[in-house]
T-cell receptor
């Protein structure tokens, strides 16, 4: 199976612009999560989509938004970019949490999009 | 407040040495995973531990989940330069609507040839 793909891999934008990042999950995976990774804060959860519905959202401003399409591909958008938005944006796909005796949630990550805001 | 604390933050060792990294929390996790991330790439899932006290081995890597399911450790025997990377632990919390993993900030390991 092909892995998670993210496009573009690198992006340079200026403050005030907006950006759209794309993620194609592993075939058959309907859950897509987005994370922001910075050296100081580590991986921080942005949001999760399943079957085109946002099920969970992290503590980020409304400038960060996302959506998922019927083929499970997902996009995230950041409007009015700030210098602090410079980060590695990671997408992870999953079959979704498995609930049995214990909740298991295995995620498979793409290579990320490195966004630099100048 | 970081829900999952990893220690040490940085570790630099010589090839052939053994090491242990830790992942601690005051919360109980339903399951816990370890990932390794190399520069410029996304994290790669290494293992999932589920049962308190569980020990899993992956070649030279040994993972343990604490009895109370609040902590975990990763032990590497005879480290090699290929083990270099950022090791991340991530946990799934029980409860309705738990559609996210909580990540620690990671341990950055450098293995010097």
């Amino acid at each position: 199976k092909a892995g998670v793909t993210q496009t573009p891999r690198y992006l340079i934008k200026t403050r005030g612009q907006q950006v759209t990042l794309s993620c194609s999950p592993i075939s058959g995976h309907r859950s897509v999560s987005w994370y922001q990774q910075t050296p100081g804060q580590g991986l921080q959860f942005l949001f999760e989509y399943f079957s085109e519905t946002q099920r969970n959202k992290g503590n980020f401003p409304g400038r960060f938004s996302g959506r998922q399409f019927s083929n499970s591909r997902s996009e995230m958008n950041v409007s009015t970019l700030e210098l602090g938005d410079s980060a590695l944006y990671l997408c992870a796909s999953s079959l979704g949490p498995r609930s049995g005796q214990h909740l298991i949630y295995e995620q498979y990550f793409g290579p990320g999009t490195r966004l630099t805001v100048t | 407040t970081q829900l999952l604390e990893q220690s040490p933050q940085f570790l630099s060792i010589q090839e052939g040495e053994n090491l242990t990294v830790y992942c601690n929390s005051s919360s109980v996790f339903s399951s816990l995973q370890w990932y390794r991330q190399e520069p410029g790439e996304g994290p790669v899932l290494l293992v999932t531990v589920v049962t308190g006290g569980e020990v899993k081995k992956l070649k030279r890597l040994t993972f343990q989940f604490g009895d109370a399911r609040k902590d975990s450790s990763l032990h590497i025997t005879a480290a090699q330069p290929g083990d270099t990377g950022l090791y991340l632990c991530a946990g799934a919390l029980s409860g309705a609507g738990s559609y996210q993993l909580t990540f620690g900030k990671g341990t950055k390991l450098s293995v010097i040839p």
